[in-house]
Structures are given as structure tokens and as C-alpha cells.
């Protein structure tokens, strides 16, 4: 049952930001642990971000640490992502969803997870 809504993505150039924001529906975040994962065309879908229920503890992929941060609203049931220094490398539909432990590396998602449409970032060069 558990429902998320990404929203967010555009087209921007390299060097650009996005912040993306990721919605529950039909239920209460509490303190579920949220990752964010993209799909690059052609690729498998990557776990790139986590963050832990209190968001108290975060963590990135290599290819994105330093330049993304994640974070989360519990009082408005959203979870974000803030994307800086986009680069050509960054386009993809960005997804979020349960994560497993955000120790784990590469970041994963819970099982059963019914994933949305996603919302599309393009960066170009």
C-alpha cells in the first residue's frame, strides 16, 4: 500500500540544481528508512542516496557524494533531494522508495516495492 509521488525533475544545464521531492500517500513516513535510485536509459536502476526515519544519518553513492544532499520533513511526509553540479552523467528518472539499512553499500530498496513513475532529470552539456 505504501504510495510515493517524485516530483521535481527538469531539464538544466551543466552545473545546475534540482530539488526533488518525494511525497507519501496514503500513509505516514514515521520512521521508515528512504533511499532515492535513478535509471539511467539502457542501465540498471542505482541506489544513489538514503536516509534513515529521524534523518539523522544519511549516505550517497561515490558518483554523487559531495555534490547531492538528501534530507526529509516528517511533519509534511516528504523526503527531498538537493542536487547541485549536475552533470551530463546525472540524467535519468530519479525514483524513491523503502530503503534497506543506509549502512548498506550500494543502497538498496526493501523488497515488494511497488515503484512510481519516477520524475525525469536531464542535464545537458
Known amino acids: 500500500q505504501l504510495q510515493f509521488v517524485e516530483s521535481g525533475g527538469g531539464l538544466v544545464h551543466t552545473g545546475g540544481s534540482l530539488r526533488l521531492s518525494c511525497a507519501a500517500s496514503?500513509?505516514?513516513?514515521?520512521?521508515?528508512?528512504v533511499g532515492w535510485f535513478r535509471q539511467a536509459p539502457g542501465k540498471e536502476r542505482e541506489g544513489i542516496s538514503c536516509v534513515t526515519g529521524a534523518g539523522g544519518s544519511t549516505s550517497y553513492a561515490d558518483s554523487v557524494k559531495d555534490r547531492f544532499t538528501i534530507s526529509r520533513d516528517n511533519a509534511k511526509n516528504t523526503v527531498y533531494l538537493q542536487m547541485n553540479s549536475l552533470k551530463p552523467e546525472d540524467t535519468a528518472v530519479y525514483y524513491c522508495a523503502p530503503a534497506k539499512s543506509c549502512r548498506l553499500q550500494p543502497i538498496q530498496s526493501q523488497g515488494s516495492v511497488s515503484w512510481g513513475q519516477g520524475t525525469q532529470v536531464t542535464v545537458s552539456s
Open positions: 496514503g500513509f505516514t513516513l514515521g520512521y521508515l528508512t
